[in-house]
């Protein structure tokens, strides 16, 4: 897949880091002193999407829009497949994407398995900002955004299509893992990226982003973690942020975003609250977690950052004034 199993392999290969776009690379996973402006992201991708979210933050603006500006950069980018326009489809072809947001007042808006719309995460923040819900579904979601003014197109590529057919060859869906087919197999470590964010504005409040299409192939109308407050993402101003990526019915089944900020507030630093609550997953189901990925990431009041993930490969990138383009490897259980 794209450019996460990329990054992988790269790594693996000892080959030139040059390869991530100058990206400077550090395994470390936290950081120690207190630094706001500030804004992370999952995956190496994260890296652009950062950049874009930098440029509201350096000029003194709101967390909110930066992660909103900034998630819209792999929202955008026709070269991913796990995040956006682009999307893989589910099993039935169609491309549907889920998206939430949440800022330093408690406030949330949420899209999710919506049609048509190159955007969710914009769409997300106007549930928040213009409708008494924080979540709206399926062709209700096309339907507000429509009446909104977002502009309704076929999102189904005809890359995302080929792979889609090719699926459809070989391997009828089933959320176990195709080993086969490991690429391609719903619900498996490799069919999973999804874009979460987290930012500080120089007033010290803290909002995040979170948005994907979901697992690869999935059935029509599964929704992931990805939108689910507490789940895919929490805010709170008080103490911090969290988000995840992976295999999000495990994330739900623990709502794993909540809990980590939970974690911050007793106490824990952003990398073990990371840990716990991946462990916790691996806990309730310890079979399924020898093959599944989930990373957190959290980013704490005082603008310290951690992660942790359920198996290697997970990266993150991480903006402040010192650096705008550091990607850190996650640490893992196994
Ligand atoms: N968490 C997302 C989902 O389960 C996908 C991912 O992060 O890979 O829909």
């Known amino acids: 897949m794209y450019s ?8 693996a290969a000892g080959a030139s880091l040059a390869a991530l776009s100058n990206a400077s690379f550090a395994s470390g996973v936290s950081n120690s002193a207190d630094s706001f402006p500030i804004v992370i992201s999952t995956w190496d991708f994260g890296i652009a999407a950062n950049k874009e ?26 070269n991913n497949h796990t995040v956006g326009r682009a999307g893989y489809p589910d099993r039935d072809g169609h491309v549907t994407l889920d998206a939430c947001i949440m800022d330093e007042f408690g406030n949330c808006g949420s899209v999710a398995a919506m049609e048509g719309i190159a955007h969710p995460i914009s769409v997300a923040r106007l549930v928040m900002e213009k409708t008494p819900h924080v979540m709206l579904v399926g062709d209700g979601a096309t339907q507000f955004a429509v009446e909104q003014g977002f502009k309704k197109e076929k999102l189904l590529t005809p890359e995302s299509e080929k792979a889609w057919k090719e699926w459809l060859k070989t391997a009828k869906y089933s959320p176990v893992i195709n080993i086969e087919n490991k690429q391609h197999a719903p619900g498996n470590q490799y069919n999973h990226d999804t874009i979460g964010m987290l930012a500080i504005d120089a007033k010290g409040n803290i909002s995040g982003a979170c948005t994907t299409s979901g697992m690869a192939f999935k059935l029509h109308g599964r929704v992931g973690d990805s939108p689910i407050i507490g789940a895919g993402l929490y805010v709170d101003n008080e103490v911090g942020g969290a988000t995840s990526t992976g295999v999000g019915e495990e994330v739900i089944r623990n709502v794993g975003s909540f809990l980590v900020v939970e974690l911050m507030r007793q106490g824990y630093s952003p990398e073990d609250a990371c840990k716990e609550a991946v462990n916790r997953i691996i806990k309730k189901k310890p079979q399924t977690a020898r093959d599944i990925q989930v990373g957190f990431l959290a980013i704490n009041k005082k603008g310290r950052y951690g992660a942790y993930a359920i198996q290697p490969g997970f990266s993150f990138a991480v903006c402040n004034t010192e650096k705008q383009d550091l990607l850190v490897k996650g640490k893992s259980i196994y």
């Open 4 to 11: 996460r199993r990329k990054f992988i392999k790269v790594s």
């Open 53 to 78: 979210a930098w440029k509201t933050l350096e000029k003194g603006g709101r967390a909110l829009d930066a992660v909103e500006a900034g998630v819209k950069i792999p929202e955008g980018d026709m």
